[in-house]
């Protein structure tokens, strides 16, 4: 062993190593051979690690050798290069010289055999260049780590950049046996090889630039001691002992400078940069003849080669094509190794490249490399932990494998294993140690990236989910600033109530207690409606904490109205006009039998209507409905009266004056049911914010000014009728009647008109399209006409009604007094309604009074208080048919009738207490008031039951 | 009489002691949330298909640590199984094959030149890893593709195909070795005599 004798650095020593046989002798028989040029060059796109690179010429193209036919594809990636001048024939996916033998993609250049190279630049005046410029050279010259890894060497030489270098080691210990490529290199190429450290030296500027060397290679020692002391270099050499693996960088770092690279860390972290010969040579033909790598030494070795040698070979050059150069037997050839024997893989087809990284192609006889004896147990001997040179514990780390516990192979350092093979080679029991560290470190690879791709897939699935769950609360959060504007009305409207509260108790001159009682009944049942309708509404729109405030409110409002009516029930006596009645004729019962019938009907629409508020079809049917149920209790009052007061011969004609004001009086009922329907759609424009809300307010103004006029049409005669005495009948009929007939027409042609123009709006259609249509115009024609026939017809009915007899006028009055009174409530109604509105509207109080409302109100409220004691006379006799005293019932017929209504006032206790057990269940907060409610109805429904008792007692025992 | 008194009067002291210790650490250790839910789904694959019967892996990790099984879910495999095996402490149970077979990892093509541009894809894809807009051509970023299916079934012209992620000289692994031959369990003695033995 000529031993240190050159050295002047100091070695050191690694822990374990082995010392297999070196059989390197047969490669270095004959002198560096290069193999002509084969038929195609296969180059891979994947020659180095980290990104593939990406193609820049296509397929056809003609390269020029030295020509960039591919670029780095990234930070960790490199260039790559023709290796001779050919023709680009193909990018395709080819067997790669890879421990899998899977494919990849590879460019395929055929061959000119013209050798024709690019124009060269080399790096003219280096030393006087910035490392970064120099660094991109090398990068764009395809250079990469050539002693087996393929780091792109730019990447290296930039880490390394970053700390100050202490030592600058050349890696030319080639420990692995056979493999001798690195020694021809430094024979052949000392020279080179010199410049190129000088230029790297130049580069890193490290304290020491050492070349360690194993000292089996004495030739390229003494070649390399012979120029350097010639160019009085400051490089050292360092002649390591023969022991495997020392050629790995963490041991030869540690034999030269004897520190250890840390666990998970580089060895530029401790000052130190090592490169392969091969790179050194490599940056030199670069820097000085503007040569990429395009070409490698590499050994052909192995007893299946007649010719083992080394041979400097272009990349791309198939195995097939050097073993034909060095003559193998292709009968001995046991198996074809790439790399050493220890760390080389098994190539499967011998038709993969060379490429950067190939320093070794050992062909070898089946006596060379023996297959490998059968696995067996581990005993335990602990020779594989002797031969560690990273001082690992291979036996636990194999048991670690086996068991898939990744966790704590990694615990004991399993990523520092070098996977030199030293382990497997000392193990008596033939365990492919360096195998199951394989496995294990590409499972626990994959486990990792996986993990990463399962965070990333986590982070994008939540990143998708927020922006889902913005989205949606951005449309909730407008939705809510919708319905806040929308109840924000309801809230306004509350007020009004309370400002119509204080309006009646303002009316001086009411001494009566009943009929403050009763006015405050009124303004109580409108409040109720009120509530009821916000309730609706907040129901509809899902307000909670509404819906329960509101709630109460109702049944405040019910048990006070509740309250009230009891108290006037008190207040008003009991009828004791015992009046001789004629029998109720059948068609009274029948008519109030439909009224009963309607009213259910009604009650079961609305409840309908409650669950589906837009139904619109439902709505007209209440609407109809409602005016079926006006009719037949005029047509029940109307004939409750005709039985009340005494069946003369003169009652004929005078119903048939009775039967005309009927029609007018639905006329003026249905006239103000148009008002409603114009103001409930001039609210719901005002809660979309319509731009046709003016438009609709005109019309309401003009609807209520018609309903006004059908008012007075309708209290015209009759106030004429009670004024003035009884007069003559008269004889004009017939021309009565026809103007009667062309009221009704013109009416139902403004209704008709309404209709339309409601309907219209409700599609959106803007005021501009409404006017354009005929209909506004018909409806003027129509009320024009309307008018002029009421101004004809008024005075002639109250002629008519003059001519009537007297007798039945006192009925007659007291009727006109009671619609005269409900016209008033009504008015009243209509006056805080539109009062409220405008409230809501945000209109100032100043704004109010300006407008003609609360005149109004107060006009309609003098008139209710005006008529209020006349009202005082029907309410007797009102009570005398709606007492649930059967002391009155003296002939059977009356008494069938009073039956009938015991009945039907049961009926509806029963179908209320329904209603309000079904609301119990809905609202479980309001159960207490509903309870009581309900115990109110009960009370009802006995009382009545109890009557209709008594009373089918009586029909009996007559 | 007093040793007894005493004795207990010490034990109060110290469990008073203790419990306001206990109190404290409660109080200024608290952990929000449930932390074997995170750890739960830290294993679960990601892929957020839906395979298991929850929408998305999150609520099968909570759903799992309110002793839902663990072999429900497909993508993550057996592998998965074990490790949450080895987390809950709790056998590993074989795969439910009612939740779907532990397929090779894919991911979703959509053959480009006959996408509609409908976009329900889009819609689907729990992780937006599809591109594309309205009466566009759609496509799949494979990086970000968990191979989760979902995208097939809205697709109205069927145009997305689940490949199968081929491996590649990157992607490749090393086999695990044969382990112990059968012919070198022969060779000792011993051996086979626990072979007897079993």
């Known amino acids: ?958 | 009489m007093l040793t007894v008194l005493l004795a207990i009067g010490v034990l109060v002291l110290l469990s008073l002691i203790f419990g306001a210790i206990l109190g404290y650490a409660n109080v200024r250790f608290h952990v929000e949330g449930d932390p074997i839910v995170e750890q739960i789904d830290a294993l679960l694959p990601q892929t957020q298909c839906g395979q298991c019967g929850h929408p998305g892996c999150r609520p099968y990790a909570e759903a799992i640590a309110n002793g839902e099984a663990i072999n429900h879910c497909p993508p993550g495999g057996q592998a998965t199984i074990q490790a949450l095996a080895d987390l809950l402490d709790v056998e590993a149970i074989p795969l439910d094959g009612d939740h779907g077979e532990e397929t090779a990892t894919k991911v979703a093509v959509i053959r480009e030149d006959e996408c509609i541009g409908c976009t329900k894809c889009i819609q689907a894809c729990p992780v937006d890893a599809i591109l594309g807009a309205a009466k566009q051509m759609h496509t799949v970023i494979a990086d970000e593709c968990t191979g989760c299916d979902l995208c097939v079934e809205p697709c109205p012209v069927d145009c997305i195909d689940m490949v199968e992620v081929g491996v590649t000289a990157k992607t490749w692994s090393w086999d695990k070795p044969q382990g112990i031959a059968a012919s070198s369990l022969n060779i000792i003695v011993t051996d086979r005599q626990s072979e007897v033995a079993h």
């Open chain 1, 1 to 958: 062993m000529a031993k240190a004798s050159t050295t002047t650095a100091n070695i050191f020593s690694f822990h374990g190593g082995i010392h297999p046989a070196e059989n390197k002798v047969q490669s270095l028989q004959l002198p560096l051979g290069r193999p002509n040029l084969p038929n195609e060059l296969i180059l891979p796109l994947g020659q180095h690690i980290g990104q593939a690179s990406r193609p820049v010429v296509a397929v056809g193209d003609y390269v020029l050798k030295g020509q960039t036919i591919a670029v780095n594809n990234g930070f960790l990636s490199s260039h790559l290069h023709a290796p001779t001048s050919g023709t680009i024939a193909d990018i395709e996916e080819r067997a790669i010289a890879h421990p899998s033998g899977l494919s990849d993609l590879c460019m395929v250049i055929f061959p000119d055999h013209k050798d024709q190279w690019i124009e060269r630049t080399p790096l003219e005046d280096w030393q006087a260049k910035p490392a970064t410029e120099i660094l991109e050279y090398l990068a764009n010259m395809g250079i990469v780590g050539m002693g087996g890894a393929g780091f792109p060497t730019q990447v290296k030489l930039q880490g390394a950049h970053k700390n100050a270098l202490k030592y600058f080691i050349i890696n030319a210990a080639e420990c692995e046996p056979y493999i001798t490529a690195d020694d021809m290199l430094i024979r052949e190429k000392t020279q080179e090889l010199i410049s190129g450290i000088a230029v790297l030296q130049h580069i890193v500027n490290a304290e020491q630039v050492i070349i360690g060397i194993e000292d089996n290679k004495p030739t390229a020692i003494a070649a390399l001691n012979a120029l350097l002391s010639e160019q009085n270099s400051s490089i050292q050499v360092a002649v390591v002992p023969t022991k495997y693996p020392s050629g790995g960088e963490k041991q030869l770092i540690q034999l030269l400078t004897g520190q250890e690279v840390p666990s998970g860390q580089y060895p530029a972290d401790i000052g130190v940069l090592c490169q392969n010969v091969g790179t050194c040579v490599a940056v030199h033909d670069a820097i000085f003849h503007g040569q990429p790598l395009i070409s490698r030494f590499t050994t052909l070795t192995g007893d299946a080669l007649k010719a083992p040698q080394n041979v400097e070979v272009l990349l791309g050059t198939p195995v097939t094509h050097l073993l034909e150069y060095a003559e193998s037997q292709p009968d001995n050839l046991h198996r074809l190794v790439m790399g050493g024997p220890m760390m080389g893989y098994t190539l499967d087809s011998a038709a993969v490249p060379i490429v950067k990284t190939s320093n070794c192609i050992l062909a070898a006889t089946k006596e060379e490399l023996p297959p490998p004896a059968p696995e067996q147990a581990c005993i335990r001997c602990g020779m594989c932990e002797q031969a560690c040179p990273a001082s690992l514990l291979p036996q636990q780390l194999l048991w670690f494998s086996k068991s898939q516990e990744h966790e704590k192979a990694e615990h004991y350092n399993l990523f520092d294993c070098i996977e030199c093979g030293a382990c497997s080679y000392v193990c008596p029991s033939s365990i492919p140690l360096v195998q199951y560290y394989r496995h294990t470190k590409s499972a626990i690879r994959e486990a990792r990236e996986a993990n990463v791709k399962s965070d990333l897939a986590k982070q994008r699935f939540e990143a998708r989910k927020a922006r889902q769950e913005a989205e949606a609360a951005e449309k909730e959060a407008k939705r809510l600033a919708r319905q806040k504007a929308s109840s924000a009305k309801p809230a306004a409207k509350t007020a009004a109530p309370k400002a119509a509260q204080s309006a009646p108790s303002a009316t001086p001159g009411i001494s009566d207690e009943a009929k403050k009682l009763k006015v405050d009944i009124a303004i109580g049942k409108t409040k109720l409606k009120k509530a009821q309708k916000l309730l609706l509404e907040a129901q509809e729109n899902e307000h909670l904490e509404e819906i329960k405030s509101l709630q109460l409110k109702v049944t405040e409002q019910e048990t006070q109205l509740a309250s009230l009516e009891d108290q006037l029930s008190k207040l008003t006596p009991a009828p004791t006009k015992a009046e001789a009645r004629p029998a109720v004729s059948d068609e009274l019962k029948k008519a109030k039998v439909d009224v009963a019938l309607i009213g259910v009907k009604l009650k079961k629409l609305n409840k309908q209507l409650e669950e589906t508020p837009d139904d619109q079809e439902l709505k007209e049917k209440v609407a109809g409905l409602e005016t079926d149920l006006k009719t037949a209790q005029a047509t029940v009052e109307k004939l409750s009266t005709d039985s009340a007061s005494s069946p003369s011969p003169a009652a004929a004609p005078k119903a048939a004056i009775n039967d005309e004001l009927k029609k007018l009086k639905i006329d003026a009922a249905i006239a103000k049911a148009a008002v409603k329907k114009v103001e409930k759609a001039l609210k719901k424009a005002e809660e979309i914010q319509a731009p046709e809300v003016d438009a609709i307010r005109q019309q309401l103004k003009e609807a209520q000014q018609r309903a006004d006029e059908l008012d007075k049409a309708l209290a015209n005669p009759q106030a004429v009728d009670t004024s003035s005495a009884p007069a003559p009948s008269s004889p004009n009929a017939d021309t009565e009647k026809k103007r009667k007939i062309d009221l009704a027409i013109a009416k139902a042609g403004i209704k008709k008109a309404e209709k339309s123009i409601a309907l219209l709006k409700e599609q959106g259609k803007d005021d501009a399209e409404i006017e354009a249509s005929e209909w506004p115009k018909k409806l003027a024609e129509a009320q024009e006409k309307l008018a002029a026939l009421e101004n004809e017809s008024a005075p002639a009915q109250a002629v008519e009604v003059k001519a009537e007899v007297a007798a039945p006028a006192n009925a007659d009055a007291d009727k006109k007094r009671k619609i005269d009174l409900a016209i008033a409530k009504a008015s009243i109604k209509k006056a805080e309604k539109n009062i409220a509105l405008l409230k809501e509207q945000g209109k100032d109080d100043a704004e109010i009074d300006v407008s003609e409302w609360p005149k109004k109100l107060a006009e309609a409220q003098e008139k209710l208080t005006a008529l209020e004691p006349n009202n005082d006379n029907s309410t007797t006799e009102k009570n005398v048919e709606k007492s649930p005293e059967p002391k009155v019932a003296e002939s059977p017929a009356d008494l069938a009738g009073q039956i009938k209504q015991q009945k039907i006032a049961a009926a509806l206790a029963k179908a209320q207490i329904n209603k309000l057990t079904k609301r119990l269940d809905s609202e479980p907060e309001a159960a207490d008031s509903i309870q009581q409610e309900i115990a109110a109805t009960r009370q009802k429904q006995q009382d009545a039951e109890a009557l209709l008792a008594k009373l089918t007692h009586s029909q009996e025992s007559l």
